[in-house]
Structure formats: structure tokens, C-alpha cells
Nanobody, 127 residues
Framework: QVQLVESGGGSVQAGGSLRLSCSAS?????????MGWFRQVPGKDREEVAT????????HYPESVQGRFTISADNAKNTLYLQMNSLKPEDTAVYYC???????????????????WGQGTQVTVSS
């Protein structure tokens, strides 16, 4: 079992930056684990923002955020980060961190395999 707590959300003007953090607590930390950031807006499906496999640092980004967002993990601090630059109004959403414990991201077939989720943090980007 792991508990995830996001922080760092807020309001920013278009073109600005935010850095989200996700603190994980649990007996095994975040070692060799697929972790990800997801976002959701009312009336829309939750979507993947970025994933990282902490065992080797492999990352994945959808086209919508490629080149603007960077996911990273500090295994020693049991913390996941999302650096968001060049923010756009369409990035406005509640952002969640999640983990599919002890599995490579390459082996995760879908979002349902992320079994542990944080409470979410609101990101609002104004034009």
C-alpha cells in the first residue's frame, strides 16, 4: 500500500510555469515502479500527462505536452515531480499522480492498472 499526496498547483498566466510534486509514503517507496501524472476536467475523460519508470528513468509523454512538460522522480525522497512550462489554457485541470506498483510502464496495458491515486491538485491557466 502507498499513499500519494500532490502539491504545487495554483493559478498562472498562459506561458507561465508550475512545478507539481507528489509525495509517496509506504514501506517500499517508489523504487522500480511505474508512476504517472494524469489530468481531468469536468465532462472529459481522465488523460495521461506523463509516465516514468523509476527503475531506469524511461519516460513517456503524449503529443499534447511533449516538449513542455518534464516528469522526474527522486527515489531517495520518494517524490515525483512534474515541471510544466509554456502552460496553455487547455492545460487547466485537476492533476493527479498515480502508481502501478512494482511494474515497468512498458508492461502497463491501461490506466486501470494504476491502482493508487493522490487526491489531486488544481491547475488553472488563464489567457
Amino acid at each position: 500500500q502507498v499513499q500519494l499526496v500532490e502539491s504545487g498547483g495554483g493559478s498562472v498566466q498562459a506561458g507561465g510555469s508550475l512545478r507539481l510534486s507528489c509525495s509517496a509514503s509506504g514501506p517500499a517507496g517508489i523504487v522500480k515502479t511505474c508512476m504517472g501524472w494524469f489530468r481531468q476536467v469536468p465532462g472529459k475523460d481522465r488523460e495521461e500527462v506523463a509516465t516514468i519508470y523509476t527503475g531506469d528513468g524511461t519516460t513517456h509523454y503524449p503529443e499534447s505536452v511533449q516538449g513542455r512538460f518534464t516528469i522526474s522522480a527522486d527515489n531517495a525522497k520518494n517524490t515525483l515531480y512534474l515541471q510544466m512550462n509554456s502552460l496553455k489554457p487547455e492545460d487547466t485541470a485537476v492533476y493527479y499522480c498515480a502508481t502501478a506498483l512494482r511494474i515497468s510502464c512498458a508492461l502497463v496495458p491501461g490506466m486501470s492498472y494504476f491502482g493508487y491515486w493522490g487526491q489531486g491538485t488544481q491547475v488553472t491557466v488563464s489567457s
